[in-house]
């Protein structure tokens, strides 16, 4: 019986207060916009799922659900104790930084006329790539502008 117990224990300390995950969820659906059978097929859980949590029909809900809502949203999963909070993901520099240097590549007359039309080519299909690429190849690409960047100084 007490190893019974303590499972139970051990798993209802991974899952998360509905009471407070309802406040986050309606916060999320309030922001996108989204109806809750949409943020549920976004997220990949099923609408009931969601609006159980809405109205508080549990007690507790499974942190995958929580992690699946705030993912679908793009937003940060922080959990402390029972309680899930949706953070919004900040926005990486990284189109900052592709815009900055999109923007002084194009308004760099003297390095423009200096290109053949190859390389000027070459060099807007690579900003265009930054702005349009993989999310996997934005963080590499990052990565790669911020060593330039910094031996550019």
Known sequence: MELNTGY????NE??????HLSKQVAIVLNK??????????KAG???????????QKNKTAQRSVAR??????????????????FDEK????????????G?????????YAGLPDEDRKAAETFIDLLKNGPEKDKIIITSVLEILKGDSS
């Open 32 to 41: 996108s916009g989204l109806s809750a059978e949409e943020l549920g097929n």
């Open 45 to 55: 859980v099923g609408k009931s799922t969601i609006y159980n949590i809405i109205k």
């Open 68 to 85: 699946s809502i705030a993912e679908s949203e793009n937003y940060r999963l922080r959990i402390e104790g029972d309680k899930a909070y």
């Open 14 to 19: 991974m899952k998360l207060n509905t009471v």
């Open 8 to 11: 139970i224990t051990v798993m």
């Open 103 to 111: 923007q002084k590549v194009k308004e760099s007359e003297t390095f």
């Open 90 to 101: 900040k926005q990486t520099d990284f189109d900052e930084l592709v815009q900055q240097t």
